[in-house]
């Protein structure tokens, strides 16, 4: 059974730092590349972060560059996203995702989604 299992998320203020994780199981992780996705209130499911199958590469939305890292450890099937200086405008569900490619960016590609986790930056 395919499983994406998100943690991490929370309430923290603006300027404070998180930490997602993203548990894989189910299917060959190592096949697979793997990316983050948000979805705010009212807003569409959108491409924060992305990172090839070998973890040696990773791309990112121009509204969390130099702000978040995607990161990825092979041998515990696990995909991270570290977020630094959070600002209110990163409220949203996150969700992790696999795609059989390698690279993702957009949702039709992904093959198996999280359940999601909910992050909540103040102000």
């Known amino acids: 059974q395919v499983q994406l299992v998100e943690s991490g998320g929370g309430l923290v203020q603006a300027g404070d730092s998180l930490t997602l994780s993203c548990a894989a199981s189910?299917?060959?992780?190592?096949?697979?590349?793997m990316g983050w996705f948000r979805q705010a209130p009212g807003k569409e499911r959108e491409f924060v972060a992305g990172?090839?199958?070998?973890?040696?590469?990773?791309y990112y939305a121009d509204s969390v560059k130099g702000r978040f890292t995607i990161s990825r450890d092979i041998a515990k099937n696990t995909v991270y996203l570290q977020m630094n200086s959070l600002k209110p405008e990163d409220t949203a569900v996150y969700y992790c995702?696999?795609?059989?490619?390698?690279?993702?960016?957009?949702?039709?590609?992904?093959?198996?989604w999280g359940q999601g986790t909910q992050v909540t930056v103040s102000s």
């Open positions: 995702g696999a795609a059989l490619r390698s690279y993702v960016t957009a949702m039709n590609e992904i093959a198996y």
């Open positions: 189910g299917f060959v992780f190592s096949d697979y590349a």
């Open positions: 990172i090839i199958k070998s973890g040696n590469s990773a």
